[in-house]
Every structure is written in C-alpha cells, then in structure tokens.
C-alpha cells in the first residue's frame, strides 16, 4: 500500500510555536480539496486550515 507521490508537496511555513520558517508535508487527496498537512513538530495530522 502506498501514496502517489504526485499528491505530496514540500510546503514552506512560519511555524507560529516557534516564530520560524519550517518546511511541512502537504498531501492533496483531490486537486481542489484542502490538504493534509504532517509536520514533524507536531504529532498530529491535520488539515492545511488547522
């Protein structure tokens, strides 16, 4: 089981917890559907909004 890497983007931020830039995993289940983000600076996976 796997991911098409085509639905996965490097995401530039500011990480608001530590007042930095941070790059994050973004994943885009469908073309205009809000992504999936996982950042190793939290646990969770959350959607780009959160």
Same mark, same amino acid.
């Given at each position: 089981?796997? $991911?098409?890497?085509?639905?996965? #983007? #490097?995401?530039?931020?500011? /990480?608001?917890?530590?007042?930095?830039?941070?790059?994050?995993? $973004?994943?885009? /289940?469908?073309?205009?559907?809000? @992504?999936?983000?996982?950042?190793?600076?939290? /646990?969770?996976?959350? @959607? /780009? $909004?959160?």
């Amino acid at each position: 089981m796997g $991911s098409n890497k085509e639905k996965l #983007r #490097r995401t530039y931020v500011k /990480a608001l917890e530590i007042n930095k830039p941070h790059m994050v995993l $973004s994943y885009f /289940a469908q073309p205009n559907v809000e @992504p999936l983000v996982l950042d190793n600076l939290n /646990a969770q996976i959350l @959607p /780009a $909004s959160q």
